[in-house]
């Protein structure tokens, strides 16, 4: 595991950028194409934006990319909750990607976990039996949710399931979510977080006693792949080791 801190949070979204871009260009020339997990909340939009316009636009064989979610809210894709509709408006209606490669977590006249089901088996066929991303980013929330990985919720003791999807009562909705299984098996886990908000959750997540229940970004731990938090210095204020 890495952590790095960076002074301005302009830095920290040109360090996530280049992670992509990176990450892109190994699996391309490994596979022949990436496998991306794009996190939802407002921790993406700046890099998202970076990766729409030169010089990282031009670094990536976007016919090449295929674009799945590490979780969604159950709502429409014009909804304004809907991750895909920020990652839409902040990046893939600026680059290249074929439609067919745009994989939603989200479908019409279909029961959330008919669907989560349903793309548990898209990523079976696109991942292949070993299931490993090139790359997921995440998020983490003020009480150490990551992806749809809420404090509390039975979704946090999955074992098998790639997929899930599960009423939130907090948040009276439907959330759908990879489970941390399939997201340990990624090849690279870039956390992106920052500000005030942020502090407490990352001091417990990385320096707390094991409390997964509590702080559920403790159960992302790869398997085989690397794991990095990109951070700015507010949000880190509270770590005793930087």
């Given amino acids: 595991m890495a952590i790095q801190v960076f002074k301005t949070t302009e830095e920290q ?16 020339s490994r596979s022949g194409k990436f496998n991306v997990a794009l996190t939802g909340g407002s921790s993406p939009v700046k890099f998202h934006k970076l990766l729409a316009e030169s010089p990282y636009r031009e670094q990536v064989e976007w016919e090449k990319v295929s674009i799945y979610w590490g979780d969604e809210r159950w709502v429409p894709l014009d909804d304004d ?99 941390a299984p399939l997201i340990n098996k990624a090849k690279k886990i870039a956390f992106v977080l920052y500000g005030e908000k942020k502090i407490h959750a990352l001091k417990e997540v990385l320096e707390g006693e094991h409390n997964p229940t509590k702080y559920p970004s403790q159960l992302i731990k790869p398997v085989n792949g690397e794991l990095v938090f990109l951070v700015d210095e507010v949000a880190a204020s509270g770590l005793a080791n930087k």
């Fill in 81 to 179: 909750k809907s991750n895909a509709k920020m990652a839409e408006e902040t990046l893939l209606s600026h680059v290249p990607i074929p439609a067919d490669q745009i994989h939603f977590m989200w479908a019409a006249d279909v029961e959330p976990e008919d669907y989560a089901a349903e793309y548990e088996q898209l990523l079976r066929d696109n991942l292949g039996p070993e299931g490993s991303f090139d790359l997921i980013f995440l998020g983490m929330g003020y009480d150490g949710h990551t992806a749809s990985l809420f404090p509390g919720e039975a979704v946090l003791s999955e074992k098998d399931k790639w997929v899930d999807a599960y009423f939130l009562a907090p948040q009276d909705m439907y959330r759908i979510t990879l489970t």
């Fill in 13 to 28: 979204n040109i360090a996530a950028a280049e992670i992509f871009v990176e990450a892109a260009k190994k699996a391309i």
